[in-house]
């Protein structure tokens, strides 16, 4: 609540409201109903290719077809919206598995999500980098502007480390599954480390698709809006945003406030239109999160009526 009052006294307060909001019903009723096509269109890519990241990971274990990984994907997103840091995509996502399979799909969820987040981490080091130099996206205020610092420096050494446990995942899960209480598992995880490279290089691979795509939904809804921020802005301020959303723990539902007042921070120096900020961020939190969790849960209902 607090996060969104302040985000809506930034937006009240801006200079020229109405003509922005008039600009952006332009927009709407022209050209930009074609733009807001395409996002949703990039939406369904998106979530198609995080499907076909389950599908490889399964197809060791549990060969499924595109369409079965991508209703399991989006039963995931309906169960991960409350919890925190969407932790409750596991459930969703293994439900539809044998009862047998679903420690084992639970552990390929995590190698998955791991790929993503190394992915997230590389693109904030990267936009880190690049704002170096010109500081014109450095938040205002000392707290923030020395945590962005932090960020720099600690960034690649976390994705070294991270990259070390991703493709030596076999060792960590033979040092997990050497724990005696695990030993009861040790069976059903054994598999998981003999994954090859291969499987998790093409993971890797999918995670950075669904990044580029990701940023291009935000560029076009910046174009749809009005604000004047271009592409290479758009890739620095929302990968330095979504790193900083990997560090902060939140609900989904809770998310949005976090997002905006991300967003103002860093692109508010950029544009005078943070109502159109605001309207671009609501727009990629709603199509990407909010409808196909809305369409997963009419799944899990039909599901549980089986």
């Known amino acids: 609540m607090l996060l969104s009052y302040n985000v809506f006294k930034q937006v009240t307060g801006q200079k020229d409201l109405p003509l922005h909001f008039s600009s952006l019903l332009v927009s709407l009723r022209g050209w930009g109903s074609l733009l807001l096509l395409l996002v949703l269109v990039i939406m369904l890519v998106q979530w198609l290719l995080e499907a076909r990241k389950w599908q490889v990971m399964l197809s060791t274990a549990h060969p499924i077809k595109l369409p079965e990984a991508f209703r399991m994907i989006l039963s995931g997103i309906a169960l991960s919206i409350a919890t925190p840091n969407r932790m409750g995509e596991f459930a969703g996502r293994v439900m539809h598995l044998p009862g047998g399979q679903r420690l084992q799909g639970t552990a390929y969820t995590v190698i998955?999500?791991?790929?993503?987040?190394?992915?997230?981490?590389?693109?904030?080091?990267?936009?880190?980098c690049m704002e170096w130099q010109d500081q014109h996206l450095y938040p205002t205020g000392a707290g923030l502007q020395a945590v962005q610092t932090i960020l720099l420096w600690a960034t690649p050494l976390t994705i070294?480390?991270?990259?070390?446990?991703?493709?030596?995942?076999?060792?960590?899960?033979?040092w997990?599954?050497?724990?005696?209480?695990?030993?009861?598992?040790?069976?059903?995880l054994g598999t998981l480390n003999t994954i090859p490279?291969?499987?998790?290089?093409?993971?890797?691979?999918?995670?950075?698709?669904?990044?580029?795509?990701?940023?291009l939904q935000y560029w076009l809804l910046f174009?749809?809006?009005?604000?004047?921020?271009?592409?290479?802005?758009t890739f620095a301020a929302i990968s330095i945003m979504l790193l900083w959303l990997a560090i902060v723990p939140t609900f989904s539902f809770l998310e949005l406030g976090l997002r905006w007042?991300?967003?103002?921070?860093?692109?508010?120096?950029?544009?005078?239109?943070?109502?159109?900020i605001a309207v671009s961020v609501t727009a990629v939190w709603l199509i990407n999160l909010m409808l196909?969790?809305?369409?997963?849960a009419?799944?899990?209902?039909?599901?549980?009526?089986r």
Do not use: H, W
């Open 223 to 233: 174009k749809l809006t009005n604000t004047g921020i271009g592409f290479r802005d």
């Open 292 to 296: 196909p969790a809305a369409v997963g």
């Open 160 to 174: 070294i480390f991270f990259m070390l446990l991703y493709f030596k995942a076999g060792m960590v899960f033979n």
């Open 298 to 305: 009419i799944g899990l209902l039909r599901y549980r009526s």
């Open 261 to 276: 007042e991300f967003a103002l921070l860093l692109m508010g120096s950029l544009t005078g239109n943070a109502l159109g």
């Open 176 to 188: 997990i599954l050497s724990l005696r209480m695990l030993g009861k598992f040790r069976d059903k």
């Open 197 to 215: 490279n291969s499987i998790l290089l093409k993971v890797l691979l999918l995670s950075s698709l669904r990044f580029a795509f990701f940023i």
């Open 112 to 128: 998955g999500n791991f790929a993503q987040l190394i992915i997230t981490c590389i693109a904030g080091s990267i936009a880190l």
